[in-house]
T-cell receptor, first 114, second 123 residues
Framework: AQKVTQAQTEISVVEKEDVTLDCVYE???????LFWYKQPPSGELVFLIR??????QNEISGRYSWNFQKSTSSFNFTITASQVVDSAVYFC???????????FGPGTSLSVIP | GAVVSQHPSWVICKSGTSVKIECRSL??????MFWYRQFPKQSLMLMAT?????????EQGVEKDKFLINHASLTLSTLTVTSAHPEDSSFYIC???????????????????FGPGTRLTVL
Protein backbone atom coordinates (compact mmCIF):
# COMPACT_ATOMS: atom_id res chain seq x y z
CA ALA A 1 0.00 0.00 0.00
CA GLN A 2 1.25 3.44 -0.85
CA LYS A 3 2.17 5.23 2.32
CA VAL A 4 2.04 8.71 0.89
CA THR A 5 -0.63 9.62 -1.61
CA GLN A 6 -0.77 12.79 -3.63
CA ALA A 7 -3.91 12.37 -5.65
CA GLN A 8 -3.29 15.36 -7.90
CA THR A 9 -0.75 14.43 -10.55
CA GLU A 10 -0.82 17.79 -12.34
CA ILE A 11 -2.43 21.10 -11.52
CA SER A 12 -2.59 24.25 -13.61
CA VAL A 13 -3.65 27.57 -12.17
CA VAL A 14 -3.59 31.13 -13.37
CA GLU A 15 -1.24 33.47 -11.61
CA LYS A 16 -2.62 34.99 -8.39
CA GLU A 17 -5.02 32.12 -7.84
CA ASP A 18 -4.82 30.10 -4.64
CA VAL A 19 -4.01 26.41 -4.95
CA THR A 20 -4.05 23.53 -2.48
CA LEU A 21 -1.94 20.43 -2.91
CA ASP A 22 -3.28 17.39 -1.14
CA CYS A 23 -1.28 14.82 0.79
CA VAL A 24 -2.63 11.77 2.60
CA TYR A 25 -0.35 9.45 4.49
CA GLU A 26 -0.55 6.09 6.16
CA UNK A 27 1.43 4.96 9.19
CA UNK A 28 1.14 2.92 12.35
CA UNK A 29 3.84 4.86 14.12
CA UNK A 30 2.81 7.32 16.78
CA UNK A 31 5.94 9.35 16.20
CA UNK A 32 6.55 10.41 12.64
CA UNK A 33 7.46 13.42 10.57
CA LEU A 34 5.89 14.93 7.51
CA PHE A 35 7.64 17.06 4.94
CA TRP A 36 6.96 19.10 1.87
CA TYR A 37 9.66 19.64 -0.74
CA LYS A 38 9.69 21.68 -3.92
CA GLN A 39 11.60 20.43 -6.93
CA PRO A 40 12.05 23.06 -9.65
CA PRO A 41 13.21 22.06 -13.15
CA SER A 42 16.83 22.23 -12.01
CA GLY A 43 16.16 19.12 -9.94
CA GLU A 44 17.47 20.22 -6.57
CA LEU A 45 15.05 19.57 -3.74
CA VAL A 46 14.03 22.63 -1.78
CA PHE A 47 12.93 21.96 1.77
CA LEU A 48 9.68 23.74 2.66
CA ILE A 49 8.47 22.37 5.96
CA ARG A 50 8.91 19.61 8.51
CA UNK A 51 6.19 18.77 10.99
CA UNK A 52 6.20 16.12 13.70
CA UNK A 53 3.20 14.04 14.58
CA UNK A 54 2.67 15.74 17.92
CA UNK A 55 2.33 19.19 16.49
CA UNK A 56 -1.00 19.70 14.78
CA GLN A 57 -0.79 23.44 14.67
CA ASN A 58 -1.27 24.83 11.23
CA GLU A 59 1.60 26.87 9.92
CA ILE A 60 1.84 29.89 7.71
CA SER A 61 5.01 31.12 6.06
CA GLY A 62 4.44 34.00 3.71
CA ARG A 63 2.23 32.78 0.89
CA TYR A 64 2.56 29.18 2.03
CA SER A 65 0.37 27.48 4.60
CA TRP A 66 0.00 23.94 5.78
CA ASN A 67 -2.97 22.16 7.30
CA PHE A 68 -2.14 19.07 9.34
CA GLN A 69 -5.13 16.89 10.29
CA LYS A 70 -4.22 13.69 12.12
CA SER A 71 -7.86 12.62 12.16
CA THR A 72 -7.82 12.32 8.39
CA SER A 73 -4.09 11.60 8.02
CA SER A 74 -3.68 14.58 5.78
CA PHE A 75 -1.06 17.27 5.46
CA ASN A 76 -2.24 19.67 2.79
CA PHE A 77 -0.26 22.56 1.38
CA THR A 78 -1.78 25.81 0.15
CA ILE A 79 -0.12 28.50 -1.91
CA THR A 80 -1.99 31.77 -1.93
CA ALA A 81 -1.67 34.29 -4.73
CA SER A 82 0.37 31.88 -6.79
CA GLN A 83 3.26 33.11 -8.91
CA VAL A 84 4.98 31.74 -11.99
CA VAL A 85 8.04 30.94 -9.86
CA ASP A 86 5.91 28.51 -7.89
CA SER A 87 5.81 26.23 -10.93
CA ALA A 88 7.53 23.02 -9.86
CA VAL A 89 6.91 19.50 -8.68
CA TYR A 90 5.95 19.32 -5.03
CA PHE A 91 6.56 16.23 -2.95
CA CYS A 92 5.00 15.29 0.33
CA UNK A 93 7.09 12.85 2.38
CA UNK A 94 6.75 10.75 5.49
CA UNK A 95 9.46 9.71 7.92
CA UNK A 96 8.47 6.89 10.23
CA UNK A 97 10.85 6.73 13.17
CA UNK A 98 10.50 2.96 13.40
CA UNK A 99 11.92 2.59 9.90
CA UNK A 100 14.21 5.62 9.87
CA UNK A 101 13.71 6.38 6.23
CA UNK A 102 11.80 8.94 4.23
CA UNK A 103 9.07 7.81 1.89
CA PHE A 104 8.13 10.25 -0.83
CA GLY A 105 4.74 10.66 -2.38
CA PRO A 106 4.42 10.55 -6.17
CA GLY A 107 4.51 14.32 -6.43
CA THR A 108 2.21 16.98 -7.85
CA SER A 109 3.34 19.00 -10.81
CA LEU A 110 2.13 22.57 -10.46
CA SER A 111 2.05 24.93 -13.40
CA VAL A 112 1.28 28.57 -12.76
CA ILE A 113 0.26 30.31 -15.95
CA PRO A 114 0.92 34.02 -16.29
CA GLY B 1 21.76 25.32 7.44
CA ALA B 2 23.61 22.10 6.79
CA VAL B 3 25.02 21.67 3.29
CA VAL B 4 25.34 18.48 1.31
CA SER B 5 27.25 18.39 -1.94
CA GLN B 6 27.34 15.86 -4.73
CA HIS B 7 29.97 15.32 -7.35
CA PRO B 8 29.70 15.22 -10.26
CA SER B 9 26.51 17.14 -10.92
CA TRP B 10 26.14 15.35 -14.21
CA VAL B 11 27.95 12.57 -16.02
CA ILE B 12 27.70 10.89 -19.40
CA CYS B 13 29.33 7.52 -19.84
CA LYS B 14 29.43 4.60 -22.21
CA SER B 15 27.55 1.41 -21.54
CA GLY B 16 29.62 -1.04 -19.55
CA THR B 17 31.68 1.50 -17.66
CA SER B 18 31.48 2.25 -13.95
CA VAL B 19 30.60 5.61 -12.49
CA LYS B 20 31.29 6.87 -8.99
CA ILE B 21 29.15 9.55 -7.37
CA GLU B 22 30.28 11.29 -4.20
CA CYS B 23 28.07 12.70 -1.47
CA ARG B 24 29.64 14.96 1.13
CA SER B 25 28.28 16.67 4.19
CA LEU B 26 30.22 19.91 4.21
CA UNK B 27 29.69 21.33 7.66
CA UNK B 28 28.44 18.47 9.75
CA UNK B 29 29.07 14.81 10.41
CA UNK B 30 26.53 12.31 9.20
CA UNK B 31 26.51 8.79 10.52
CA UNK B 32 23.74 7.94 8.09
CA MET B 33 23.36 8.85 4.46
CA PHE B 34 20.68 7.82 2.03
CA TRP B 35 20.75 7.28 -1.72
CA TYR B 36 17.71 7.90 -3.90
CA ARG B 37 17.02 7.44 -7.58
CA GLN B 38 14.53 9.45 -9.56
CA PHE B 39 13.45 8.58 -13.07
CA PRO B 40 11.94 11.31 -15.26
CA LYS B 41 8.54 12.46 -14.09
CA GLN B 42 8.62 10.07 -11.17
CA SER B 43 9.13 10.34 -7.46
CA LEU B 44 12.28 9.72 -5.47
CA MET B 45 12.79 6.08 -4.64
CA LEU B 46 15.06 5.11 -1.77
CA MET B 47 17.81 2.79 -2.95
CA ALA B 48 19.84 2.24 0.18
CA THR B 49 20.73 3.46 3.63
CA UNK B 50 24.41 3.93 4.27
CA UNK B 51 25.86 3.89 7.77
CA UNK B 52 29.42 4.96 8.44
CA UNK B 53 31.69 2.01 8.95
CA UNK B 54 29.17 -0.67 8.13
CA UNK B 55 27.52 -2.26 5.13
CA UNK B 56 24.72 -0.42 3.42
CA UNK B 57 21.13 -1.61 3.72
CA UNK B 58 19.52 -1.93 0.31
CA GLU B 59 15.84 -1.61 -0.47
CA GLN B 60 14.03 -4.48 -2.05
CA GLY B 61 14.75 -4.78 -5.74
CA VAL B 62 18.02 -2.82 -5.65
CA GLU B 63 21.04 -4.88 -6.72
CA LYS B 64 23.77 -4.40 -4.16
CA ASP B 65 26.44 -5.75 -6.51
CA LYS B 66 25.49 -3.23 -9.13
CA PHE B 67 25.15 -0.22 -6.87
CA LEU B 68 28.15 -0.28 -4.56
CA ILE B 69 27.93 2.03 -1.59
CA ASN B 70 30.85 2.99 0.59
CA HIS B 71 30.55 5.20 3.66
CA ALA B 72 34.12 5.34 4.84
CA SER B 73 33.93 8.55 6.83
CA LEU B 74 31.37 10.67 8.64
CA THR B 75 31.33 13.18 5.82
CA LEU B 76 31.55 11.07 2.68
CA SER B 77 29.48 8.37 1.06
CA THR B 78 30.02 7.12 -2.47
CA LEU B 79 27.72 5.33 -4.86
CA THR B 80 29.34 3.39 -7.68
CA VAL B 81 27.17 2.25 -10.55
CA THR B 82 29.05 -0.73 -11.93
CA SER B 83 28.80 -1.79 -15.55
CA ALA B 84 26.28 0.92 -16.24
CA HIS B 85 23.61 0.40 -18.86
CA PRO B 86 21.17 2.84 -20.47
CA GLU B 87 18.42 1.78 -18.08
CA ASP B 88 20.57 3.07 -15.21
CA SER B 89 20.26 6.59 -16.59
CA SER B 90 18.57 8.55 -13.86
CA PHE B 91 18.86 11.37 -11.36
CA TYR B 92 20.65 10.18 -8.24
CA ILE B 93 20.18 12.14 -5.03
CA CYS B 94 21.84 11.62 -1.70
CA UNK B 95 20.86 12.89 1.71
CA UNK B 96 22.68 13.10 5.02
CA UNK B 97 21.11 12.76 8.40
CA UNK B 98 21.82 14.78 11.50
CA UNK B 99 20.64 13.47 14.80
CA UNK B 100 19.07 16.23 16.80
CA UNK B 101 19.74 16.18 20.49
CA UNK B 102 19.08 18.56 23.31
CA UNK B 103 21.82 19.38 25.78
CA UNK B 104 20.45 16.73 28.13
CA UNK B 105 20.82 14.06 25.46
CA UNK B 106 17.15 13.64 24.50
CA UNK B 107 16.64 13.06 20.80
CA UNK B 108 14.55 15.86 19.36
CA UNK B 109 14.27 14.40 15.93
CA UNK B 110 16.51 13.75 13.03
CA UNK B 111 17.04 16.12 10.17
CA UNK B 112 17.80 15.03 6.66
CA UNK B 113 19.54 17.30 4.18
CA PHE B 114 19.55 16.61 0.46
CA GLY B 115 22.32 17.02 -2.05
CA PRO B 116 21.71 18.75 -5.38
CA GLY B 117 21.64 15.48 -7.30
CA THR B 118 23.68 13.85 -10.04
CA ARG B 119 22.25 13.29 -13.47
CA LEU B 120 23.63 10.12 -15.03
CA THR B 121 23.24 9.40 -18.71
CA VAL B 122 24.48 6.09 -20.02
CA LEU B 123 24.89 5.90 -23.79
Amino acid sequence: AQKVTQAQTEISVVEKEDVTLDCVYETRDTTYYLFWYKQPPSGELVFLIRRNSFDEQNEISGRYSWNFQKSTSSFNFTITASQVVDSAVYFCALWETSYDKVIFGPGTSLSVIP
Amino acid sequence: GAVVSQHPSWVICKSGTSVKIECRSLDFQATTMFWYRQFPKQSLMLMATSNEGSKATYEQGVEKDKFLINHASLTLSTLTVTSAHPEDSSFYICSAEISGRLAGGDVIGNEQFFGPGTRLTVL
